[in-house]
């Protein structure tokens, strides 16, 4: 085990251009979600993916919390669109747009969509208006990014600080003590080696390779061969 007592300052200026680069992602992003949609009609958003206009309500109700929520269903059959669960929605009267209430996408199966509220009651024009939808822009993954970005640069006296200066190169990888050879008759030559790679290492592995060469089975392997031995994921 490695004795890193905090992240290499070097790791630590490069992670911080990351976290500049991707607060720059987002403010781009985010400009260019509003600016774009700005310029479209309710048919036009329709047809990007970004609204379902008209919707129907199927379904009202209280979920947890005692949050009230609807079950809508699209009456278009569009192929591809924006919205999945987790994404903030914006539904509103489409004669009068100041009539809107933001809501959460509970799950979205076919043309049928769940979305729970953060309200003590529906408001009543829900239920005698003319409804659409609009996907509102998402900057979670951002977020996430930000978290993880930050995580590292403040790690210190933990095996993450560890990890991050074996990454760039200001750690030596420590090789194993004892080599164990994986062999699974599912697997093919190649992700036999990878998930033997796995195994014997004490800290970092790379798993890479095109789309349907198996990363997920090899990485599925991996996991289950490493809980038998004991190891903790």
């Not at 009609?41 to 919707?55: H, T």
């Not at 079950?71 to 009068?96: C, D, M, P, R």
């Not at 008759?185 to 195994?199: G, P």
């Not at 599925?220 to 038998?228: D, F, L, P, T």
């Given at each position: 085990m490695h ?7 070097e ?7 990351l ?8 403010s ?8 774009h949609l700005?310029?479209l009609s ?15 309500i ?5 979920g ?7 079950k809508i269903e699209n ?5 591809s ?5 987790g ?8 004669a009068?747009?100041?009539?809107f ?5 509970h799950?979205?199966?076919g043309?049928t ?5 953060m309200?003590?009651?529906?408001p ?7 409804l ?45 003590a004892?080599?164990t050879?994986y ?35 090899t ?15």
């Amino acid at each position: 085990m490695h004795q890193m007592n905090k992240v290499h300052e070097e790791v630590v200026n490069d992670l911080q251009k990351l976290l500049t680069l991707v607060e720059k992602e987002r403010s781009e992003e985010y400009a260019y979600y509003f600016e774009h949609l700005a310029r479209l009609s309710i048919q036009q958003k329709v047809r990007e993916g970004y609204s379902w206009s008209p919707v129907h309500i199927k379904d009202t109700g209280f979920g947890l919390g005692d949050y009230p929520y609807i079950k809508i269903e699209n009456k278009l059959t569009e192929s591809s669109h924006q919205f999945s669960a987790g994404k903030q929605v914006k539904i509103y009267n489409s004669a009068n747009a100041k009539e809107f209430a933001i809501g959460a996408v509970h799950y979205v199966e076919g043309n049928t969509m769940k979305i729970v509220f953060m309200l003590d009651d529906l408001p009543d024009w829900m239920e005698e208006s003319k409804l659409t939808v609009d996907v509102l822009f998402d900057d979670k993954t951002y977020k996430e990014m930000e978290k993880a970005l930050h995580t590292v640069i403040n790690a210190k006296n933990c095996r993450l600080a560890e990890l991050a200066n074996i990454c760039y190169g200001h750690a030596p990888i420590e090789p194993p003590a004892d080599i164990t050879y994986y062999h699974n008759e599912m697997l093919n030559e190649s992700q036999n080696s990878a998930v033997s790679a796995i195994i014997n290492t004490n800290d970092l592995t790379i798993i890479h390779g095109p789309p349907g060469t198996g990363k997920t089975t090899t990485l599925v392997s991996a996991i289950h061969e490493m809980v038998k031995r004991g190891d903790q994921i």
